[in-house]
């Protein structure tokens, strides 16, 4: 599996941005998919993923009732809706597929990683 995320950008508080998580060479439809986010000198961080069996979705602290998950299971993506960005959003953004559905905050549990976005919030 090769995944490709997108989509990120330099926007001002407030702002909102899409990123999209493509995958290419296997379907992951099945799988859970999430998102995390490494800023400088920070470990990286869980920021949301939905699960294989029924897309639910589960978020960090964080960012909840600010960002959204969706996928689109035709054309293998997943997307990560961010609205009302905040300086402290800023970061390099991964998506990863799980080892299983089953969602995840734990790094371990995801297998394949996609090259990182950066997302960057100004104030």
């Known amino acids: 599996v090769q995944l490709q995320a997108f989509g990120g950008g330099l926007v001002q508080a407030g702002d909102s941005l899409r990123l999209s998580c493509v995958a290419s060479?296997?379907?992951?439809?099945?799988?859970?998919v999430g998102w995390f986010r490494q800023a400088p000198g920070k470990e990286r961080e869980f920021v949301g993923a939905?699960?294989?069996?029924?897309?639910?979705?589960f978020y960090g602290d964080s960012v909840k009732g600010r960002f959204t998950l969706s996928r689109d299971r035709t054309k293998n993506i997943v997307y990560l809706q961010m609205n009302s960005l905040k300086p402290e959003d800023t970061a390099v953004y991964y998506c990863?597929?799980?080892?299983?559905?089953?969602?995840?905050?734990?790094?371990?549990?995801?297998?394949?990683w996609g090259q990182g976005t950066q997302v960057t919030v100004s104030s």
């Open positions: 939905s699960t294989g069996s029924d897309g639910s979705t």
């Open positions: 990863a597929t799980a080892k299983s559905g089953t969602y995840s905050t734990y790094l371990g549990s995801y297998d394949y």
């Open positions: 060479g296997r379907t992951f439809s099945k799988l859970a």
